[in-house]
């Protein structure tokens, strides 16, 4: 969907886990295959599920922006065994900028590493910078007034972060929404939900 909230494409998938079926395709595969679906020149957001190298790398090669978060291993080479050396506590950020071939040439890229509650977030991404800045958040923790380790409370506040890892946050925020309200709708025919506009908050007018 566009930034005004008009839906222009909604496509579900299920990947084989059989590796001697010959449809089988990776993660960064599958990304790349649905972004086809829209324009060239969108920006196209990913969880850490589909997010790395070789996803940014493929979309860049459709003349499209990309915004993902990724997990320590794609790759662990940039990520776990470089980046990540770089934080020692919560609230550091550390980052590096690469270049891929895209459509029309060389396009630059930036590999954020964020520390918050004790885990580390990784962000890639053609845009936005690791310019800090204040956001509020809120984070499920351990509870620190009980002996079991189970049991956690969620804790909000003010903290102050990348601007690409903010953005990817929010745009995210704004994509979970429109898909809880797609898959709340589609118990009624299609052609209801194609081509209709949605508001700001994802839900069907």
Do not use: W
């Not at 059989?18 to 089988?24: C, F």
């Not at 997990?71 to 770089?86: F, G, I």
């Not at 053609?126 to 509020?136: G, H, M």
């Amino acid at each position: 969907m566009d930034f005004s909230g008009f839906f222009l494409g909604f496509s579900l998938f299920r990947r084989s886990r059989d590796p001697a079926d010959k449809k089988s395709e990776g993660a960064h595969e599958t990304f790349a295959r649905l972004a086809r679906l829209m324009p060239e020149g969108s920006l196209i957001i990913g969880d850490s599920y589909f997010g790395g190298l070789p996803a940014l790398e493929a979309i860049v090669q459709q003349g499209k922006h990309v915004l993902m978060s990724c997990n320590s291993r794609r790759p662990s080479a940039l990520n776990t065994d470089y980046l990540a050396k770089k934080l020692v506590a919560d609230g550091q950020s550390a980052s590096c900028y690469g270049t891929v071939e895209g459509l029309e040439g060389t396009v630059p890229f930036l590999a954020n590493a964020f520390r918050s509650e004790g885990r580390i977030l990784y962000t890639i991404s053609t845009v936005f910078s690791d310019r800090p800045q204040d956001t509020s958040f809120s984070a499920l923790v351990p509870d620190v007034t009980t002996t079991d380790t189970d049991q956690h409370v969620m804790r909000e506040g003010v903290e102050v972060r990348p601007e690409v890892r903010c953005r990817y946050s929010d745009l995210m925020d704004f994509v979970d929404a429109a898909d809880s309200s797609i898959l709340n709708s589609v118990s009624h025919p299609i052609a209801r939900v194609i081509g209709q506009p949605m508001s700001p908050c994802g839900m069907l007018l």
